[in-house]
């Protein structure tokens, strides 16, 4: 969609089944630092980055959670969208690898940062080659998460 993108992330350890973070910035004009400052967003897929994350989201931001993380009844200055988005993975695509590809098109689908099919032709370009239509079908029930109305404020 002729945006500019920076992404990073930090794995380490986090990656053998522990928290892991990635940082991306998708903006009209070109990125002059690539890491994210003050999030406009956060994508919560378990308790523990809901409670290390959650005050790094600026006033005013989103937050998706997945429908298992408890969020308090508290009021934040942020708004707090809750969706089965493992469950979806697992149930739905019975795929649990696709857990990341059912978010993104939650996220889209919520906040509208690019067209579906940049998004659909980034997923083919950057999924492992044979599994394009699983991935797609992954995408599809994130969006359909936000778009069917399976996600609660």
Known sequence: DHKYA???????????????????IIRERPIDFPKVEHPDFLLALTPDSWDKY???VKPGGTV???????????????RVVQAPIVETANEAIKKPMTV????VGAINALLGLVSDSALEQAVRMHVPKGTESVNLAALDAGKRLVIDGGCVS
């Open 64 to 78: 998706i959670a997945d429908s298992t993380v408890k969020i308090p009844d508290e009021s934040y200055a942020y």
């Open 6 to 24: 920076a992404q990073s992330q930090s794995y380490g350890p986090e990656a053998r089944g522990g928290m892991c973070k990635a940082e991306v």
């Open 100 to 103: 990341n590809i059912v978010a």
């Open 54 to 56: 959650r005050a790094d």
